[in-house]
């Protein structure tokens, strides 16, 4: 797994061993970063939540492009392990939770860009989402791409931008109230 764009293109990723995580696929994120760019125009400057992390290739993405800053959240050791050895390796501006998402506090300041990779199948997006909001981590306007399970469904009380099936994957683009 490689950094596909920005300063950092290339890159090799450290992925944590076994099946327990499960990154997002190489095109799928091309598709994701290309459906966020058409939004964005650029990310210089944003802030950034990758929560449900992995191994943090979401979030590094968004900095790679010029991101000013992202939170990684993720409770596995194994993932914690990858996402700390490959900010560490990039020196990315970022800060590292070792919590489930449904746990996090308030937030510092609000993110203009969240990044969601729930476990398929459990129903972890809409609850994120309502935990993310009740405690300030999305901006007003924030763009906010949730991945599921093509066939999982996602009702959420978002503006929905646009649904793309990748394979197994479905990518949700949303749009937070202003």
């Known amino acids: 797994m490689r950094i596909i764009s920005g300063q950092w293109r290339g890159r090799a990723l450290v992925a944590p061993p076994g099946a327990a995580t499960r990154p997002t696929a ?19 400057g944003l802030r950034v939540l990758d929560g449900f992390a992995g ?9 790679s492009r010029g991101a000013a800053h992202a939170t990684f959240v993720e409770s596995d050791a194994a993932a914690l392990k990858a996402i700390k050895a490959n900010v560490a390796a990039l020196q990315a501006p ?11 506090g308030p ?9 969601l990779d729930p476990p ?12 993310l909001a ?24 978002f503006e929905v931008l646009s ?15 202003g």
């Open 94 to 104: 970022a800060a590292v939770i070792a919590a489930p998402l449904e746990s996090l």
């Open 107 to 115: 937030a510092p300041l609000p993110c203009d860009l969240l990044l």
């Open 26 to 44: 190489d095109r799928v994120r091309e598709a994701l970063f290309s459906m966020l760019t058409s939004q964005f125009g650029s990310f210089e």
């Open 163 to 177: 649904i793309r099936d990748h394979g197994k994957a479905r990518l949700h683009l949303l749009r937070a109230p």
């Open 134 to 157: 009740a405690r300030g981590w999305i901006a007003p306007h924030a763009l906010i791409s949730v991945e599921t399970a093509r066939k999982d469904v996602l009702a959420s009380d």
């Open 120 to 131: 398929y199948g459990e129903g972890l997006g809409d609850r994120a989402l309502a935990h």
């Open 55 to 63: 191994t943090g290739a979401l979030g590094l993405e968004a900095l």
